[in-house]
């Protein structure tokens, strides 16, 4: 129900944008979040978006480097990295669940998981 999409190999210093297509149903009043794994580290969020309203929310890591956004047609969300760093490498992978702003930066909160991505920042 979610298709994350868009990651690859990057030099440091670039951009990438990922994006979670929302298909067999939608999430209206869920929030839609971006969470990433590298090796050998835990989970940790990254960035999420009300559905409805669009409120964002972001990890102090990428702030001012990172930008959420959504489409309501496509129901798709993307996420834009600029300014990536070697320590953004990971695995990028998006949920959706019905969280409350204290709940929103915790991947248990999230009931729907896409598939992950790759991201690879080279220096």
């Known amino acids: 129900q979610l298709q994350a999409s868009g990651g690859g190999l990057v030099q440091a210093g670039g951009s990438l944008r990922l994006s979670c297509a929302a298909s067999?149903?939608?999430?209206?009043?869920?929030?839609l979040g971006w969470f990433r794994q590298a090796p050998g580290k835990e989970r940790e969020f990254v960035a999420a978006?009300?559905?409805?309203?669009?409120?964002?929310y972001y990890a102090d890591s990428v702030k001012g480097r990172f930008t959420i956004s959504r489409d309501n047609a496509k129901n798709t969300v993307f996420l834009q990295m600029n300014s990536l760093k070697l320590e953004d490498t990971a695995v990028y992978s998006c949920?959706?669940?019905?969280?409350?702003?204290?709940?929103?930066?915790?991947?248990?909160?999230?009931?729907?998981w896409g598939q992950g991505t790759q991201v690879t920042v080279s220096s």
């Open positions: 978006i009300r559905w409805s309203g669009g409120t964002t």
């Open positions: 949920a959706a669940g019905d969280t409350i702003v204290s709940s929103t930066y915790y991947a248990r909160s999230y009931d729907y």
């Open positions: 067999g149903r939608t999430f209206p009043r869920y929030t």
